[in-house]
């Protein structure tokens, strides 16, 4: 079992910048693909968006064409822990954002078989 925990949310001016953190647990992380989905208010869990994903080595990114060059996802697996820096922040990226976890292969479709409790991000305009 793994164990997720995010930090870093908060609020931000359009146009600043925030760094989110993903703490993982219970076993070693460096096995794991790491992605970030958020869920923007008022939408259902199922409408959560995969927002970036990055394979077990790092080796392999992906990113939602809302977030291409304004994100960066990274993994540190010394640390065990995962990050996605958030730059030129937009009003629309307002969401709560969740860390996930699997081994499966592929950063895109599928399952994501651990959740953190998310982290929320709110950008004022």
């Known amino acids: 079992q793994v164990q997720l925990v995010e930090s870093g949310g908060g609020l931000v001016q359009a146009g600043g910048s925030l760094r989110l953190s993903c703490a993982a647990s219970?076993?070693?992380?460096?096995?794991?693909?790491m992605a970030w989905f958020r869920q923007a208010p008022g939408k259902e869990r199922e409408e959560r968006e995969l927002v970036a994903a990055i394979s077990w080595s790092g080796g392999a990114t992906y990113y939602s064409s809302s977030v291409k060059v304004r994100f960066t996802i990274s993994k540190d697996n010394t640390k065990n822990t995962g990050y996605l820096q958030m730059n030129s922040l937009k009003p629309e990226d307002t969401a709560t954002y969740y860390c996930?976890?699997?081994?499966?292969?592929?950063?895109?479709?599928?399952?994501?078989?651990?959740w953190g409790k998310g982290t929320l991000v709110t950008v004022s305009s």
């Open positions: 996930a976890g699997r081994t499966s292969v592929g950063l895109v479709g599928g399952r994501w078989d651990y």
């Open positions: 219970g076993r070693t992380f460096n096995s794991y693909a």
